[in-house]
């Protein structure tokens, strides 16, 4: 895995989709271990946000 830099909330959550794919995590499986509400991370971390993620969001996604 690279290490770069993150300047902006968007290279944060290309970081966090990049992750995601390297993991080969399903939206399902990333809201279940992250604690969320069913879709929830998947609108969060798609390229045409239906919504930004609050920081509650991001450390929830982070952590796991």
Same mark, same amino acid.
């Given at each position: 895995m690279a290490t770069a830099? /993150?300047?902006t909330a968007d290279d944060v959550i290309? &970081?966090?989709r990049e992750r995601k794919?390297?993991?080969? /995590?399903s939206d399902a499986a990333l809201d279940d271990l &992250?604690?969320?509400t069913g879709g929830h991370g998947g609108k969060?971390?798609?390229r045409s946000r239906e919504r930004m993620p609050n920081l509650v969001t991001l450390m929830?996604?982070?952590?796991?």
């Open positions: 830099m /993150l300047h290309e &970081a966090m794919s390297a993991l080969a /995590l &992250a604690g969320l969060s971390l798609e929830s996604l982070v952590a796991h």
